[in-house]
């Protein structure tokens, strides 16, 4: 069989040339096919190396517990209720086997903080120093002696939820 054969190409551009539009939508085809490809590859990859940032520094075996509202009724209670984590549930899961790190936290997302004439958007968080264990942190560590005045300062704050972790805080 011969490399260049002229016969097989002569065939190809006459069919080519007689059925323009079907081989003018079958190129847009196999061009449009590798653009997605490759589009649909290199958004994959920039994900993955987003997430990877987004999670650096964080502990790959950790699993969090949250509130919510319950999903269904359940002897009596009625269904869409709200219920907490009490500081007894954390040790609770401090005595599973091969729980290393058991810690509280709790977190105001889309705060205010108001200093002076300066006003910032932030989350408030409060962890305690075990937390570094499982996500590092840019953090300032609260002495039991500033826990008074830290108190005080949440309850100015309109947030009842605020005065709920500055009562959690100085009681």
Request: aromatic share 12%.
């Amino acid at each position: 069989m011969k490399q260049f054969d002229l016969d097989t190409w002569e065939e190809i551009l006459v069919t080519i040339t007689r059925n323009k539009t079907r081989s003018l939508l079958t190129a847009f085809g196999i061009f449009w096919g590798i653009f997605m490809l490759v589009a649909l590859i290199g958004g994959g990859q920039g994900l993955q190396d987003m997430m990877q940032k987004n999670f650096e520094g964080f502990a790959t075996n950790s699993g969090f517990l949250a509130a919510q509202k319950t999903g269904e009724a359940y002897k009596g209670f009625r269904k869409g209720r709200w219920w907490d984590l009490e500081m007894e549930d954390v040790e609770r899961v401090r005595s599973i086997d091969g729980i290393k790190t058991a810690t509280p936290s709790f977190a105001l997302w889309g705060q205010t903080a108001v200093y002076g004439e300066n006003k910032y958007e932030c989350s408030v968080k409060g962890l305690y120093p075990e937390y570094e264990q499982i996500e590092h942190q840019e953090m300032t560590y609260v002495r039991r002696a500033r826990y008074a005045s830290l108190a005080n300062a949440c309850t100015k704050a309109s947030s009842s939820r605020a005065r709920t972790l500055a009562e959690n805080i100085s009681g």
